[in-house]
């Protein structure tokens, strides 16, 4: 299966990951945020702030199936969000998909996000003490999405190429 697809928490390393894991299976990368960004020529910060959560979401939702409809092998990072609205958990469970969750826990995600969340829009707003609930709470949430996925891969302590080693083990 070459239409690859990854999901986990802002800061699990979807990025960093997918673009390693294209170089060893020599597949293109894309991330979803940058796809959303190339179609609307808007920043995702600027999409939430004049056009609102919602409407964000429906232009991720209308390019992430454009996305995997018309392109056959890929890696692909999806938001933080994606698999959980407009029933876009679905598409992971496709046959032609391979999905993996990059599982990450609250303190790992916490102490990744306090250092870069003013380009979150999701958290930019939320004070230092605020974040760590925030997460454990909005990851609870969303955990029933990332879990739909094919695949999940533990990441905590982990070096990036051990991650990436042990998705493609997965994928063999
Ligand atoms: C979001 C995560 C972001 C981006 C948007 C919303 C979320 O992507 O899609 O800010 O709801 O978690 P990353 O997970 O790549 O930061």
Do not use: W
């Amino acid at each position: 299966m070459r239409k690859i697809i990854l999901v986990g928490y802002m800061g699990s390393g979807k990025t960093t990951i997918g673009k390693l894991l294209s170089e060893k299976l020599q597949l293109p990368f894309f991330d979803l945020d940058d796809l959303i960004e190339n179609e609307t020529q808007n920043t995702i910060s600027q999409i939430f702030a004049e056009q609102g959560e919602i409407k964000f979401r429906k232009i991720e939702h209308t390019v992430l199936n454009q996305f995997i409809d018309s392109n056959d092998e890929f890696v692909l990072s999806l938001g933080g969000g994606t698999p959980c609205y407009a029933n876009n958990h679905l598409l992971l469970q496709r046959d032609d998909v391979f999905s993996v969750y990059l599982k990450t826990s609250i303190s790992e995600l916490v102490s990744r996000l306090q250092k870069e969340k003013k380009h979150r829009p999701i958290i930019a707003n939320l004070s230092d003490s605020e974040i760590d609930e925030f997460i454990a709470k909005h990851l609870f949430d969303r955990s029933y999405f990332y879990n739909q996925s094919k695949t999940i891969v533990s990441v905590d302590g982990k070096l990036p190429l051990e991650i990436v080693n042990e998705i493609v083990e997965k994928l063999a």
